[in-house]
Nanobody, 122 residues
């Protein structure tokens, strides 16, 4: 059974940077897509970015396009989310997810990490 372990959350000033990491422990099998979602207090969980293990196709939410970069390291079963030019509205709990469909809908993902908090101060 695969387990996703996130790390790298923390606090930053607006305009600053943080990098989140997600390591898949165990076999991913048919889960060919890795994604990041986030959930701010009082809001629904929303898609942030995804990447395909093979080929590396990426997709970003409009709100983070040009500021965030998702990267994969196949040999390490590791996916990073580099977050630059952070805004206060990026404050949320960030979740790593694995699935088999190239989808932005969270229901397409059956494996989730525990979440890591990102707080951006003005």
């Amino acid at each position: 059974q695969v387990q996703l372990v996130e790390s790298g959350g923390g606090s930053a000033q607006a305009g600053g940077s943080l990098t989140l990491s997600c390591r898949a422990i165990g076999g991913l099998y048919s889960r060919s897509i890795m994604a990041w979602f986030r959930q701010a207090p009082g809001k629904e969980r929303e898609f942030v970015a995804l990447i395909r293990w093979r080929g590396g196709s990426e997709l970003y939410a409009d709100s983070v396009k040009g500021r965030f970069t998702i990267s994969k390291y196949n040999g390490k079963n590791l996916v990073d989310l580099q977050m630059n030019s952070l805004k206060v509205e990026d404050t949320a709990s960030y979740y790593c997810a694995a699935g088999s469909q190239y989808e932005t809908n969270q229901r397409a993902y059956d494996t989730w990490g525990q979440g890591t908090q990102v707080t951006v101060a003005s």
